[in-house]
């Protein structure tokens, strides 16, 4: 993160020091090691995976106008929209130019397709926000874009560097990609859930800005003529009153909406754990197996 340039390691270390699980470049170094590779590349490569993750963070919260990342105040809200887009523009950056020094054409290709897959599951987010048309399908596309692709990559380029089998090189992206899915439907439940606050993040952020997620597509999807106008008035006129996400976590306990959301993550993770059947046991795989069941259990 350095640059002769202040306010790029003041702003970047900020958001760095929020914290965070830092599951992605987690992913990448397990899956090089339990890939049986012994050498350092992987360390520069989940910087990199990290660093693109923190870009769309810096990014996401100046679309979403958010003040608050993990109960702190975003860098957004404390430096402006400018200086946050712009330093995440330098990390992406930065995490190409970890990729290069890495020299491998494979991983680049992977981490760059990854990249350009997020932007498009921003936009295709963005297209969805305010819409409760917006029907299952092309919500799971949204997150598959823009959550579970990193996943993938992080942990497909682990059997890249340790130059395994095309098969092996497979099932680890089919495990970062049902975690990555799994991982996100498990964060849109807790926005409506109370188990949020114990996590010190706020509940309905969600519903604050107006996204369509799994609970609000099932919502809609079951509702009658009278909380379909709620959901409409809430989530597309973006008319909201006090009193209004209690109704809105009632309607979704209701119609059962977050247990169904909770139940396809679960899916997600059962099709992760078979994919990593092509890998001996171990310890690394178990940590990796250990990572999937919090991802889903965080719900409880």
Known sequence: MQSPVALIPQL???????????????????????????????????????????????????????????????????????????????????????????????????????????SEGEVHQLITTNDTDTNEQAYLEVIEGKTAALFAAACQIGAVMAERSADEEQALRSFGTGLGMAFQLVDDVLDYSAKQEALGKTVGDDFREGKITLPVVLAFERADADEKAFWRRCLEEMDQREGDLPHAMQLLQKHDCLNDSLERARAYGRNARTAMDVFPDGEIKQALIDALDFSIERAY
């Not at 870009?55 to 702190?72: C, I, K, N, P, W």
């Open 12 to 118: 970047a270390g900020h958001i760095i020091a929020a914290g965070g699980k830092r599951l992605r470049p987690l992913l990448t170094l397990a899956s090089a090691r339990m890939c049986g590779y012994q050498g350092r590349r992987h360390i520069g490569l989940a910087a990199s995976v990290e660093f693109i993750h923190t870009a769309t963070l810096l990014h996401d919260d100046v679309v979403d106008e958010s003040e608050l990342r993990r109960g702190l105040d975003t860098a957004n809200s404390l430096w402006g929209n400018q200086a946050s887009v712009l330093v995440g523009d330098f990390l992406f950056s930065r995490a190409f130019q970890l990729m290069v020094a890495d020299g491998s054409m494979r991983t680049l290709e992977i981490l760059s397709n990854a990249s350009a897959i997020i």
